[in-house]
């Protein structure tokens, strides 16, 4: 009986016993099996394309078979798996392969801190090391930002929905206006330095300013880099840190390892998590200064900021940045993707507003919210998983693993173009039709 059971697709189990919070499956109405690359597949054996990749846990996509067998022979090798913060082979070996992969070749120098598995432990980190370098409380950040669910992390988060579930003042933050925030003509930095620079604005001199460079569950809005440059002048001004928050746009999401590469700006901490655990495997880090990094031993601590099976699948999938050979395709593959969606905001102007975001990460924003919603729901039934993003949920997104295969990102878009095709024509028949003497609808 059980067997038969796991064979339908019911969504009982989860709907019955699951708490009220649950999310994404309330969206994607299917029971998951199996999964490879950008493919995953239901009970029932039907395929789905994946432009979600676990909302950026997933770069190197489903089950990369390099990282799959280094993860199985160090578990038939007894390898440590937990080991709080204790020396292991893992560790050192993953330490000695990010420096000499990712931080030399950019001539960047951090300290490695392992605050514990998830985005929201090292931005929760990143706050309270810029708190007791300064000795100051407050920390800017940016409307529409998204930092994480844990207390100081929501704290820095703008939607007010998520805020909402703190139930709880969130206190020791101050948000900006984020670069476009007013539209073009307006400098929001320039914003910023006024206000810090006026002893009676009523801002607490800040202790850092945090910052997405591109906002992903904000709605796709990218910093230019003049703005990030502008803000990181201000930081050193006024002797605050600068924190770059690459949970989800690091790891190549937007064409470059970090999301801040081609900026010129200088982080003083940057959060890393979701791919830098190289197999969805849970894993963050936050990279420090040398010269901020004053913590006492077990400051702050956790039980599993030593995920060894994190390290062992990082280290491998480091692999991938050992040339320039990746980073190309990302960016071959980037332009296929804001091709195909430009081709579409120009052929559906009445319904899309514009196109948003960059490398892997890219998305249409509808003038009517809600037609966002509709596209993503027509795309699962046909065959694709993307989700929504932005304050009003009005940007459909698209988050492909970035080792996609040329054959299956052509189908996914073209899966797009149907979705929008269809959802345009359905709604476009029930638009308000004007008659010379009354207002009738059209079905």
């Known amino acids: 009986m059980d067997h038969i059971q796991d064979k339908t697709n019911n969504m009982n189990v989860f709907n019955q016993m699951e708490s009220e919070v649950r999310s994404y499956c309330r969206s994607f109405q299917t029971v998951f099996t199996t999964a490879s690359n950008a493919k995953m597949q239901d009970v029932n054996g039907k395929s789905y394309i994946d432009f979600f990749a676990g909302a950026g846990a997933l770069n190197y996509g489903h089950n990369d078979s390099r990282i799959r067998t280094k993860l199985i022979d160090y578990l038939l090798e007894d390898g440590v798996a937990h080991s709080l913060d204790m020396a292991t082979k893992a560790k ?10 990712i931080l030399e070749p950019r001539g960047l120098q951090y300290k490695v801190m392992f605050p514990g598995p998830t985005g929201t432990n090292t931005v929760e980190s990143a706050l309270k090391t810029a708190r007791k370098v300064t000795g100051r409380t407050n920390i800017v950040c940016f409307t529409n930002a998204f930092h994480g669910m844990t207390q100081g992390s929501l704290s820095a988060t703008g939607n007010r929905f998520k805020r909402a579930g703190a139930g709880l003042p969130l206190s020791g ?29 009523g801002i607490d001199l800040p202790a850092a300013v945090i910052l997405e460079t591109l906002q992903g569950e904000g709605g796709l809005n990218r910093a230019s880099a003049s703005w990030l440059r502008k803000v990181e002048q201000i930081c050193r001004k006024h002797q605050m840190l600068l924190i770059v928050d690459d949970v ?32 969805g495997l849970p894993l963050a880090l936050t990279l420090i200064k040398p010269e901020h990094d004053i913590w006492s ?20 999938a480091l692999r991938y940045w050992e040339s320039h050979t990746f980073q190309k395709e990302i960016k071959r593959k980037s332009d296929v993707i804001h091709t195909c969606l430009s081709r579409l905001a120009a052929d ?96």
């Open 173 to 201: 933050t101050t948000f900006m206006p984020y670069d476009g925030y007013f539209g073009d003509s307006i400098d929001t930095s320039a914003m910023l330095e006024k206000l810090l620079d006026d002893p009676g604005s």
């Open 92 to 101: 050192e070996n993953f330490l000695l392969t990010f420096n000499r992969t």
């Open 348 to 443: 559906y102007p009445e319904w899309i507003s514009e196109i948003k975001g960059m490398g892997f990460i890219q998305g249409m924003s509808f003038h009517e919210p809600e037609m966002a919603s509709k596209v993503c729901k027509e795309a699962f039934h046909n065959g694709l998983i993307m989700e929504t993003s932005g304050p009003f949920d009005e940007v459909a997104k698209l988050m492909p693993p970035l080792t996609i295969e040329d054959e299956v990102l052509k189908q996914g878009l073209a899966i797009i173009e149907r979705a929008l095709k269809t959802v345009t024509e359905n709604e476009a028949g029930r638009k308000v039709v004007v008659t010379t003497d009354k207002v009738e609808v059209k079905v």
């Open 297 to 316: 031993p077990g400051e702050h601590n956790g039980t599993f900021r030593g995920n060894n099976l994190g390290f062992v699948a990082a280290t491998e």
């Open 248 to 279: 989800q746009m690091g790891c190549g999401r937007t064409g470059t390892f970090f999301s801040f590469e081609d900026s010129g700006i200088l982080p003083d901490i940057v959060c890393l998590s979701k791919s830098i655990g190289g197999y």
